[in-house]
């Protein structure tokens, strides 16, 4: 069993900075690839970025691709996601999200490959 906890969510200006942290526990962790999503309201939640389970491998929607960046510390059972060059259109509740099959050596890209969700963390972005 994982437990994710988002944090670092808040109010920001276009073209400003945030950066999302997800905490995980259970010794697993570090088998595990993670993906941010996000969904905005009336829209379908969408994948941002992940990461496989060593770092190696990153997956970037196009939307984010270039001002965003995903990385995690095993260590500390961390996943962060680093976001510059904020736009409105960022806007949503973003989630932390694990998929446990372990050591995989693709990045999942689907909703329903990811097993484990945090509850999420509000990002808004004013024009």
């Known amino acids: 069993q994982v437990q994710l906890v988002e944090s670092g969510g808040g109010l920001v200006q276009a073209g400003g900075s945030l950066r999302l942290s997800c905490a995980a526990s259970?010794?697993?962790?570090?088998?595990?690839?993670m993906g941010w999503f996000r969904q905005a309201p009336g829209k379908e939640r969408e994948l941002v970025a992940a990461?496989?389970?060593?770092?190696?491998?990153?997956y970037y929607a196009d939307s984010v691709r270039g001002r965003f960046t995903i990385s995690r510390d095993n260590a500390k059972n961390l996943v962060y996601l680093q976001m510059n060059s904020l736009k409105p259109e960022d806007t949503a509740v973003y989630y932390c999200?694990?998929?446990?099959?372990?050591?995989?050596?693709?990045?999942?890209?689907?909703?329903?490959?990811?097993?484990?969700w945090g509850q999420g963390t509000q990002v808004t972005v004013s024009s």
């Open positions: 999200a694990a998929d446990s099959a372990p050591h995989s050596i693709v990045v999942a890209k689907r909703e329903y490959e990811y097993d484990y």
């Open positions: 259970g010794r697993t962790f570090s088998s595990y690839a």
């Open positions: 990461i496989s389970w060593s770092g190696g491998l990153t």
